[in-house]
């Protein structure tokens, strides 16, 4: 199935900043996000209204999105966990709210301290207060090919709390890498068994580089026909509940790939490498992203820039 154009969304505001021990001052995230609007990127997780006990790294998300210089091609969407956050979010005017579950009862338990059922039963909460505001909400369901504690995870699971996310009225329904356990296989099974289950329904791909394979999955996810995918910036990122989980997918390298590939995202490249290495600089640490270091493949080099090999 032939992709031509895909739409990226830049997480690295709300999951990749999350992960950093330092707080990064609000000013510093305000300019990382009004670059990443003028770059464009069509859609940017900026935060999650989560409570600054929780995630103190977050704590200014009010203040972000009040400062942050809309652009009407550009979504922005926070992560909201219950109804208090729904709530602040709205007064926020936000464009989009963002919920998330996990597939897997045990890691649903580390992660939020609920039952998947409880989650589910406390988004209605949220979807009343979003619809009253004409706020989307997109469902995210994370651990969603595979779990630290219990392994593989069914992919009727999976459609079985997609279908109950259309049936709450969600845009669509985000499948999240949070161990880096997916597989083509697994993604495979997951995106058919969903579209079997829940027909014209949504799918977004959000995978980890945990174990090298995050553009092979991404590869197979545009062979499915799939055309939305999360990354961020740096290949930041990762989940306190998962053992030995590591960073997203990078954005520059994403973007790279489709581009060499033909693939319209219509973000521009340079930009985003300039973003990145100024949220290096910022975080005070090497990034795992390589297109952000190595650049463009026909990148050109003066030869007065190289030594020359010395002997026969």
Do not use: W
């Not at 973007?255 to 590939?261: D, Q």
């Amino acid at each position: 199935m032939e992709v031509r154009n895909v739409k990226v969304t830049e997480v690295g505001p709300r999951d990749g900043f999350q992960s950093e021990r330092t707080i990064l001052n609000t000013e510093d995230k305000i300019e990382i996000i009004n670059n990443l609007i003028d770059a464009g990127f069509p859609r940017i997780e900026v935060s999650s209204f989560v409570s600054p006990k929780a995630i103190p790294q977050l704590a200014d998300a009010a203040e972000v999105l009040e400062k942050a210089k809309r652009n009407k091609n550009t979504t922005l969407a926070a992560l909201v966990p219950n109804a208090r956050g729904a709530i602040r979010a709205v007064a926020s005017k936000i464009d989009e709210i963002v919920v998330f579950l996990s597939a897997s009862e045990s890691h649903n338990k580390k992660n939020v301290n609920r039952s998947v059922q409880e989650s589910l039963i406390g988004f209605r909460e949220i979807v009343k207060i979003a619809g009253d505001n004409n706020v989307p909400i997109q469902g995210d369901i994370a651990t969603a090919f595979g779990c630290p504690f219990e392994g593989n995870v069914s992919p009727k699971k999976l459609g079985e709390i997609s279908k109950e996310y259309k049936i709450m009225g969600f845009k669509g329904v985000t499948l999240g890498d949070t161990t880096g356990m997916a597989t083509p296989t697994v993604v495979t099974d997951a995106v058919n068994t969903i579209r079997d289950m829940v027909p014209d329904f949504e799918i977004t791909l959000h995978f980890h580089n945990t174990r090298g394979i995050g553009l092979a999955n991404v590869m197979t996810g545009l062979n499915l026909g799939i055309t939305d995918y999360e990354s961020c910036f740096g290949g930041m990122g990762g989940c306190p509940f998962a053992p030995n989980a590591t960073g997203n997918i990078c954005s520059e390298d994403l973007i790279y790939l489709l581009h060499e590939m033909g693939i319209e995202t219509g973000i521009d490249l340079d930009k985003l490498i300039t973003i990145a290495k100024k949220v290096e600089n910022l975080v005070g640490h090497k990034l795992p992203g390589q297109v952000m270091r190595a650049g463009k493949r026909l990148l050109s080099y003066s030869m007065d820039d190289v030594p020359t090999a010395i002997g026969a």
